[in-house]
């Protein structure tokens, strides 16, 4: 029996591959589609990952603690994938835990079913390639708003190029993830 495609998948693949709808249908074969609720936990800090999730639908927190503090590393909305690719590549520890901010529907792919594809399926190696870079790259734009940027100007940063955050993410958890306080980011706010 065919899986269908959810749409926000075949979306995100048709930007990767020319041949989306053959590779989303190989993927919906190994994939299994979860319902997170809020504060569900995707990826508990200290397992190791062995899967990439795609979100359909919701939004995932990915955070690590730091002397007991959550301080948030990454948001992923529709479209986008999550995962701790360390812990995935080496079956090391993850040193981050992923969990849903929303209510979310997510696609779940175990990482020996997506290695399995890229030889068998043409354009899976460079969609796993494009994926892994998305995630990598969103991590290092995290890191250099730290070593490059005053916390003015990481919100102005946010504002310009992740305004979804600003819109359905709480002060408390962009005060996180800009690493300062909330009582900053509400007069770095103000007009």
Known sequence: MTKVIPPPLLKTVSTIVPDAQ??????????TQTEAKKGAVILQEGKICRHIYFVASGCLRTYTLNNG???????????GFATNLRSLRTAGASDTT?????????????SNAMLELYTTIP????FGRTVTEQVLMRQEAHANMFRLLTGKERYQY???TQPEILQRISLSQIASYLGIARETLSRIRKP
């Open 158 to 160: 946010l504002l310009t």
């Open 69 to 79: 503090t959550e301080v948030n590393t990454d948001f992923t909305f529709e479209g």
């Open 22 to 31: 053959t590779l989303c249908a190989a993927l919906m074969q190994i994939a």
């Open 123 to 126: 354009g899976a190696e460079t």
């Open 98 to 110: 992923i969990e849903a901010y929303e209510p979310s529907v997510l696609y779940r792919f175990e």
